[in-house]
Each structure stands twice: as structure tokens, then as C-alpha cells.
């Protein structure tokens, strides 16, 4: 068990907890089609601790979040 | 028969905008960047078939800012007979689930299947004619860009209703949406609501638990039953229903396809030159605006106003046997100050064009990402640079557009740092006073004031973010990051139009009936009509004012009368300064020249870069912010900035020993 934050570039895993995040920022992935238990994989990462870009496998849905919030969502290596 | 309204609902970034150009007569703004649909538009529908409802694109009917919660309102509180569901098929699974949402609702529905090419690259063929078997709905396959398949959707406009969608949640949500619908008391009280109810809708929440407290009971108990949150409960099981429309409707094949998305991505957001390459974009932007194109058509037009059209209304006039005072008033008032800010339509539309291409492109999202870690730092959000730069264009959508800022902390100082992103409307004034003064950099001076702006913006920022922080100061950033498009001809020239016409507009309305006022004000004196300028009523405004204005370097009664009037609206600025010269825009350069240095020049390019809000501005601001007291402070602060920043400018640059 990992946090998203630490997953090497190009790494596929899969998002296994989102409970401790922010409630709206949680609604807003579940509508953009990141569950629990959905494939993911770390695309991009901003400098300076800047915002970091995930892609959801399934349907190639790329999001962009910050790196504060991956650390509070958990994933593991499949 | 009355009109029928129909609601035009979907994704952001799924060509909804598009579509509603392609049906309806009149224009609507696109961008590709989630939430540039800032407010609902209403459209005629070609053929008058009714009007067209045009509403800001969301992944849910589950609002998180101020402008997704127009849908959940619209669907709750305003009549409407039947709705568009647009599609991207290429994002299926992500789409339906709002479409399962729209079902529940019940009312007649269509869906506008786009972006199917995007899914073949992919290699996904969806079957358009399956999923309106699965859906039993009508499905058109539309391409929204090029308006392809959008007639077929239009003539067969659906008006039969529709079997309501019934997802099943399971055992004990489905009891309590049961004990819901008994005792909430709402006449047009139905199973969706309660299920968005239950799901945590704010808008229902808001109206729900004000007539029936009770309701927050059950959702409690459910939550609790369930062991999870409700929302994500039921945000599975329509995905799961989602998953399994998709799995009936596609079928997938393996392709090799190279990813231009990807391949783009790579160097616009990467992490080094990510910044440089924003900033270079820029750069480039303004080049071609006022160097390349801009100034020689800018040229070309004001040969013909100062030329032949001046020289042809002179003599139709004196051939029409008209007063001198009539002829003095059309000639030196209003074809001096309406002509002086005509001759940069030109300019005005080039830039318009460069924001609306880098919207529609998808580039914007990229903006916000590579922009978020600085805007954090003051306080704000990636998202914020978004209506920033939609403000070099006109504060005004810039204002409106800060309404995708999901936070209102962060959607108010964004508002406040507006007034300081310098708008197309200030152009004219730098493009005389850059091109007199500093013609040989004039893409870069003009930059400088660009930059200036940004930077005094995220100080203002920082303050703001201090002055409005709360104790559990949160921020949301989520940014979609749609696939880069080619914006397609139409679509970008429609949008430019759309913007530009008002400053079109702004000239045959505010700036001429202002040319005329000030070109009276200066004919007109204490001693009467037609006295020396200098004993004119504007001289004596415009006197009390410069006074103020002596250690900022351009304490003249010209630069003073300009500054009042340029409130009205920033270009009457040019207008005035015409008028009191008495001249046409290219010889302004050279009277201007007698009366201002290079320094004082730019430190008056700083001062009205800063100085107030126009008056479309203030008033968007005070729709938007909801109390006079901080429109007040959003209006006036930016005196006090402009008077420091201008001061510091000519006094430094005076001791520097520059003139």
C-alpha cells in the first residue's frame, strides 16, 4: 500500500482508498470515473510540487490534481 | 401554440457549445476549457422550433461551484418541455452516467452522439442504433464542429415522454427514497430528486431540508445501513448500469495510434519549459497582434478616416449648406474621437482571435496546471489564471468566467484582481503612447504592461487572501485535461465576432455619445461657445484633477480630463485626447510627443493600466461579488495602487535620469 503522491511516472497501480480526501474532490473523481479499484497511472508530474496528471486506464480520462490531495489517496502495484 | 423550450445539457468539453450554434440562429461563445459556458444561454432554434436552452456542462448533476449549480436549479425550479443530452462517445462510460441522471428525470429526451471519429481513434466503434435500443431513446450520431447529423436531430425533435429510468440501488436506498417521497410535502415532488437528494445534492439538500427536516433523518440512517457514503454508493450502482450500456453498445478493437495529445503534452506541460513556453506563447501572441498585423491595418484605416472619409464629410456638409458648430461637432468630435478608436478594430479582433483559439484548443487546461504551484502561493488556484487571461480580452467575461473557481474565497479575489488584467480596450491607449514613444519595442513595452498587471494581480491577490481567510481555508483543484483540438474555422470566427462586436458596439454607443459630450465640454467655456480650448470647461475639469497627477509626471489638464472620461469605458481615453488635439490618430502620436517624455509616457501607459474599472466592468462585478461594499473596495482600491505604482515608476526612473 502506497500513496498516489509516491508512484513513479508511467507506473500503473490501482486506487484501492479515496475516504480521506475532500468530500467535493472525491464527488468530482467518482463523476470522472475514478473509483476504488480502478486502474490508473501517474502521466505527469509539475515541478515544484505542482499539480500532478493521472490517467484512468479504462477510458483514458486524464485529470489533473495536486500533489497534496494524492497523498491522501491510497493505491497499490498490482 | 406556445414555445417549446428545450434544455441542452452535457460534459463539459463534448462540443455542447458547438451544437448549440449549429441548431439555433444566434451565436454562443465555445471554449475547450470546462466552464466557459458561464451562464445559460437561450437560443431560437433554427426553423423556430422554440428556444434552446443552452446550460453549463457538468459531469454531474451534483454541483461543486456556483455555475454547475445553474443545471441542478434549472432542472428543479424552471419549466421546460424536453432535453438534448450531448455525448462524447469517446468518453462513453463517464458521459452516461450524467445520461442516467437526465433519464431519471423522465421528460422527453434525445441524445447527440459526438465525437464518434475521436472513439474510431481509439478503437472503439460504438453502435449508435444499439444504444437507443438499450437507452429506448432517440440516438443521432452528430459531428457538432461541422454540423453534420445536427439537421436530422433537429427535425425530429422529440415530444413524446419518456418511460422513467429505474436504476435499482438496492435494497435499503431504495427505502429510503420510498420514506422520502411520503413525507417530503412538494407537489412536483418525484423519485429523481429524491435520489439526488440522497446522493448529496446541494441543491436539493438546500430545498428539501427546509420544508421537511426530517428527510436528514433518513439519509443518516442510510448512510449508516450502507457503512459508506451515499454518494459513492450510488455513484457506483450507476456506473455499473453505465458499464454494462457501454459493454452492449462498443466493441473494441486493438489499433496502433499515435497520441498527438500525448506527444503535445509532453512540452507544453513539461515541468521545466512548461513556464518559458507559456510566456514565449504570449509573447508570440502580441507580436502578431500588434507588429505584424495589427498596426498596418491599423494604419491602412485610419488613412481612410483622416482622408478621404473626413475630406468627403466636409464637403457633403458644406455641399448640405451645414453650421459651422455642426460641422466642427461631426468632424473634430465625432469622426475625431468614434474614428480614433475605430482605426483599432483591427488589432482588437487579432487578439480576440488568439484568446478564443487557445480556449477552443484545450491549451487553457493546460494553463491552469502549469500555472497552479504559483497561483497557490498567493492564495489561489490554476484555475484562477483561466478568467486572468480571458480578461486580456474583457474583464467582463473574465469576471463571469471566474464563476468555474469552485471556492468563493478564491472566486472572489479572483473577481478583485480582475480590473488588473490589462483588456483589448486599453490597447489603442498603449498602441499610441508605446508606437510614439517607444516604436522600436513596442511588443515588448506592451508586454511589460501585460506582465505588471499579472504581478500587481497576484500581490493583490495575496492580500485579498488574507483579508478574506477563514480558519479552514480549503481549496479544490481538479482539472480535466481534455485532447487537444484544432479549432475549426467557424466556431473560432463566430467567437471572435462575439467578443469583438461589443467593442464594435461600445463605439457607435458610449464612445460616440462621450466624444460629443467632450468635444462640448472643450468648445464650450465660461466665456461661451467656441473659446480658446484651454479656457474650455474640460480644461478646468481636467486642471483640478492634474494637479493631483504632477509628481506622476503627467500633471496636464489633457491627461487629467482623459482619465475621468476613461471610465466610461477605457478607450474613450484615445477619444479624448483626439478630440482635445483636435486631430486624427497618427498625427496624435506626434502631439502627444510634445507633451509627454518617454518616462511619463509609460508611467501614464501604467496608470490607466491600473487605475479603475470601466463602467461595464464595475457593474459585472457587483452582479457577481452580490454587495455594494466590496464593489466599492474592488472599484477604488485600484486608484491607490495606481497612483503608488506610477509614482515609484517616474519618480525612480526621474532619479535614474531617465526623461
Known sequence: MMDLATVPMNQPVVMTNMNHIDDRLRRRLLALGFYEGCPIIVRRKAIFQGPMTIEQQDHHQMVAIRRSDAKRIEVYVP | ?659
Not at chain 2, 483622416?306 to 475630406?311: H, I
Request: proline share 4%; with cysteine.
Open chain 2, 1 to 659: 401554440m406556445t414555445t417549446q423550450r428545450i434544455a441542452l445539457l452535457g460534459n463539459p468539453n463534448t462540443g455542447k457549445t458547438s451544437l448549440f450554434n449549429r441548431l439555433t440562429n444566434s451565436y454562443a461563445h465555445v471554449g475547450n476549457w470546462s466552464g466557459v459556458t458561464v451562464d445559460k444561454k437561450i437560443g431560437q432554434l433554427r426553423g423556430n422550433r422554440g428556444q434552446l436552452i443552452d446550460l453549463p456542462g457538468v459531469y454531474d448533476l451534483d454541483p461543486l461551484s456556483a455555475d454547475e449549480a445553474v443545471v441542478a436549479r434549472f432542472l428543479m425550479e424552471d419549466s421546460f418541455d424536453s432535453m438534448i443530452n450531448i455525448i462524447d462517445a469517446s468518453q462513453l462510460e463517464r458521459n452516461l452516467q450524467l445520461t442516467a441522471q437526465l433519464l431519471e428525470i423522465g421528460k422527453p429526451l434525445q441524445i447527440g452522439l459526438n465525437m464518434m471519429d475521436v472513439a474510431d481513434h481509439r478503437g472503439m466503434k460504438v453502435d449508435p442504433v444499439r444504444l437507443a435500443s438499450v437507452l429506448q431513446v432517440d440516438v443521432f450520431p452528430i459531428v457538432a464542429r461541422t454540423g453534420d447529423g445536427c439537421d436530422v436531430l433537429l427535425s425530429s425533435l422529440q415530444q413524446e415522454p419518456q418511460p422513467v429510468l429505474r436504476i435499482d440501488y438496492g435494497s435499503e436506498t431504495e427505502q429510503a427514497i420510498e420514506d422520502i417521497l411520503e413525507i417530503v410535502d412538494m407537489p412536483e415532488m418525484e423519485r429523481w430528486m429524491a435520489v439526488q437528494y440522497l446522493a448529496g445534492n446541494r441543491v436539493f439538500v438546500d430545498a428539501l431540508e427546509q420544508r421537511t427536516p426530517q428527510v436528514a433523518t433518513i439519509r443518516k440512517q442510510l448512510e449508516q445501513q450502507l457503512g459508506r457514503f451515499v454518494h459513492a454508493h450510488i455513484t457506483e450502482c450507476r456506473r455499473h448500469w453505465a458499464v454494462a450500456t457501454r459493454a452492449a453498445v462498443v466493441t473494441e478493437e486493438q489499433t496502433t495510434r499515435t497520441n498527438w495529445t500525448e506527444r503535445i503534452d509532453a512540452v507544453v506541460t513539461h515541468p521545466i519549459l512548461g513556464l518559458p513556453i507559456f510566456f514565449a506563447i504570449l509573447y508570440l501572441l502580441f507580436h502578431v497582434t500588434f507588429n505584424w498585423i495589427g498596426s498596418p491595418m491599423s494604419d491602412l484605416l485610419d488613412g481612410f478616416i483622416a482622408g478621404p472619409l473626413s475630406k468627403g464629410l466636409i464637403s457633403l456638409l458644406s455641399t448640405l449648406g451645414a453650421s459651422p458648430f455642426i460641422q466642427d461637432l461631426l468632424v473634430e468630435g465625432v469622426v475625431a474621437g468614434v474614428g480614433g478608436v475605430l482605426v483599432f478594430v483591427p488589432q482588437i479582433f487579432v487578439l480576440f482571435f488568439f484568446i478564443s483559439f487557445l480556449e477552443d484548443s484545450g491549451y487553457m487546461a493546460r494553463v491552469a496546471i502549469v500555472m497552479d504551484r504559483f497561483m497557490q502561493m498567493v492564495g489561489l488556484n490554476g484555475k484562477s489564471f483561466i478568467p486572468m487571461i480571458i480578461g486580456f480580452g474583457c474583464n467582463v467575461p473574465g469576471i463571469m468566467a471566474a464563476r468555474s473557481v469552485e471556492e468563493e474565497r478564491e472566486r472572489l479575489v479572483t473577481i478583485f484582481i480582475s480590473p488588473f488584467m490589462s483588456c483589448s480596450a486599453r490597447l489603442p491607449i498603449y498602441a499610441i503612447f508605446a508606437g510614439s514613444f517607444f516604436a522600436t519595442n513596442q511588443a515588448l513595452v506592451v508586454l511589460s504592461l501585460y506582465i505588471l498587471g499579472i504581478v500587481l494581480a497576484l500581490i493583490a491577490a495575496k492580500v485579498f487572501s488574507k483579508v478574506l481567510a477563514a480558519e479552514d481555508a480549503t481549496s479544490l483543484f481538479l482539472v480535466e485535461q481534455p485532447p487537444y483540438r484544432i479549432p475549426q474555422g467557424l466556431t473560432l470566427w463566430r467567437s471572435t465576432w462575439q467578443k469583438g462586436k461589443g467593442f464594435v458596439r461600445k463605439a457607435g454607443t458610449f464612445i460616440f455619445g462621450g466624444s460629443v459630450v467632450i468635444w462640448l465640454l472643450a468648445y464650450t467655456g465660461p466665456g461661451g461657445l467656441d473659446v480658446n480650448m484651454n479656457d474650455s470647461f474640460l480644461a478646468m475639469i481636467g486642471g483640478i484633477i492634474a494637479t493631483v497627477l504632477v509628481p506622476l509626471g503627467f500633471g496636464t489638464w489633457q491627461a487629467g480630463a482623459a482619465l475621468i472620461t476613461g471610465f466610461l469605458a477605457k478607450e474613450v481615453v484615445v477619444s479624448t485626447m483626439a478630440i482635445i488635439y483636435a486631430v486624427n490618430e497618427s498625427e496624435l502620436g506626434r502631439h502627444i510627443a510634445q507633451q509627454f517624455t518617454p518616462l511619463s509616457a509609460y508611467s501614464f501607459m501604467v496608470f490607466v493600466l491600473l487605475y479603475v474599472p470601466c463602467l461595464a466592468t464595475v457593474a459585472v462585478i457587483r452582479r457577481e461579488v452580490g454587495s455594494a461594499k466590496w464593489t466599492w473596495i474592488a472599484s477604488l482600491y485600484g486608484l491607490f495602487v495606481a497612483y503608488g505604482v506610477a509614482f515609484i515608476i517616474y519618480q525612480t526612473g526621474q532619479w535614474l535620469g531617465f526623461a
